[in-house]
Nanobody
């Protein structure tokens, strides 16, 4: 399974971006899909995740501003990011796996498949 993340860019604080994660699998709905990010000089952290069932979870830092979704027809996951802040600046990675349980969506170790990152830079 291959994942291709895209949609990063340079945006002013308060603006929006939508990241995409194209999944080369038969059915994206068979996978949990999540987004993680790594800010400069920091470790990779959880942002948002969607279980196979459609259940979602978010980190506290993005709750209410970011929305994770998927389009089964396009086999693509999305991360809509609104009200962006300079502290959202990071490389964003998508990850997927079939066996992630709902309570474990935020665990990096739960995911076998990772895409290359896409850089999001938010300036004030």
């Amino acid at each position: 399974v291959q994942l291709q993340a895209s949609g990063g860019g340079l945006v002013q604080a308060g603006g929006s971006l939508r990241l995409s994660c194209a999944v080369s699998a038969r059915r994206i709905s068979a996978y949990a899909v999540a987004w993680f990010r790594q800010a400069p000089g920091e470790g990779r952290t959880f942002v948002a995740g969607m279980h196979r069932s459609g259940g979602t979870t978010y980190s506290n830092s993005v709750k209410g501003r970011f929305t994770i979704s998927r389009d089964s027809a396009k086999n693509t996951g999305y991360l809509q990011m609104n009200s962006l802040r300079p502290e959202d600046t990071a490389v964003y990675y998508c990850a997927a796996d079939t066996s992630v349980i709902l309570s474990n969506l935020a665990s990096q170790a739960a995911y076998s498949y990772w895409g290359r990152g896409t850089l999001v830079t938010v300036f004030s």
